[in-house]
């Protein structure tokens, strides 16, 4: 099932792109990416969605424009998003970016199965990080409430445990790049695998909010340089 639709996803975004002068509005072009992503982008709303599918309505626009440059550039690896991406420009990605921030945010819960011991840990990690290895505590960035903020940085809350460990594990692999410094690559590869497994069972423990809408911006200066966060 999920093979046929990221083939269909491939094809039908491919002629979108051929197509790309027409007449035919942004929404249009982009409905290939509810393959995978869902209606407008709405994955985590979308019943049996698969968990490396995350929804990216209503994200920071610099970062989804970011994370299609770094699909297309070869900094991330992904056998769908690379050949879908490869041929089309700048301008055109951000575009895509643009349409896909705007829409309304929807965050699912995913309650995990974790201990107190490694919740404990978890929440240690995201709400303070740990200052002697220069691991700095993950609300530092994406907010007290892990809401994320304009223009770049993503919000946390809502996602899933295997989809967040996914990450971080490229990260912490080498898998995984973003534009020099990557700040989340050095964090990354300073965690353990059961400090991700930790950290990530706390943030996906937390309830939703009533607006889970990213900052307008950070709420003081960012602890460490990170490429691609304007």
């Not at 002629?15 to 790309?20: F, K, N």
Request: aromatic fraction near 4%.
């Amino acid at each position: 099932m999920a093979i046929h639709r990221t083939i269909t996803a491939l094809l039908l975004l491919a002629a979108g792109a051929a197509s790309a002068a027409d007449e035919s509005g942004i929404a249009e072009r982009v409905k290939p990416c509810a393959a995978c992503h869902g209606e407008a982008g709405h994955s985590s709303a979308e019943a049996g969605a698969e968990t490396y599918y995350p929804s990216i309505a209503g994200k920071p626009a610099g970062y989804l424009h970011q994370q299609l440059l770094n699909f297309r550039d070869g900094r991330r690896h992904n056998a769908i998003m690379q050949p879908m991406l490869s041929t089309l420009s700048d301008a055109y990605l951000r575009e895509m970016a643009d349409y896909f921030a705007a829409q309304p945010l929807s965050v699912a819960t995913h309650a995990p199965s974790a201990s107190a011991e490694r919740l404990a840990l978890g929440r240690q990690l995201v709400e303070h990080g740990d200052a002697a290895r220069d691991i700095p505590a993950c609300s530092a960035c994406h907010g007290a409430e892990l809401k994320g903020a304009q223009p770049s940085i993503p919000g946390l809350r809502g996602l899933g445990t295997d989809y967040l460990s996914a990450q971080l594990g490229a990260w912490r692999t080498g898998v995984r790049k973003a534009a020099a410094p990557d700040c989340m690559g050095r964090i990354a590869q300073r965690l353990s695998l059961d400090e991700i497994a930790a950290a990530t069972a706390w943030i996906a423990s937390l309830p939703p909010l009533p607006d889970a809408r990213p900052a307008d911006r950070p709420g003081a200066d960012l602890p460490m340089r990170c490429g691609g966060v304007q």
